[in-house]
């Protein structure tokens, strides 16, 4: 994707209330597309839509955990970011979105670079 596209998609994405709720709201702890739609006051088919839109733009992760309650696993999101930033420089517009790592790919890192 160029830098063009990626923030005309990206600012798409923060124009959208729902994506935005789930992006905060999913910061703050993992949670369930069933708990986003409640969150968001939304329907679960357009939860759906959003997460897979904020998964494609890299800002949001998926991870299957435990259900404490019913013994199986449940699928739940959280934010894969802390910043987005956009600048002017040099007459162009530049993107750039400060990702979190994940411990585990940080390890594969330490251990490939070995």
Known sequence: ??????????????????????LTQTSLEPMSANTLSERCDASKPTV??????LRELDLLVEQTEPDPEGGHHRTVYSTNM?????ELRD??????V???EDIADRFTELIEGI
């Open 48 to 53: 759906y839509r959003r997460l897979e839109d």
């Open 82 to 86: 802390d910043r987005i930033t956009v």
């Open 98 to 100: 400060d990702r979190r």
């Open 1 to 22: 994707m160029s830098e063009d596209s990626e923030i005309e998609a990206v600012a798409a994405m923060l124009e959208d209330a729902t994506a935005r709720t789930i």
């Open 91 to 96: 007459g162009e517009l530049h993107l750039d």
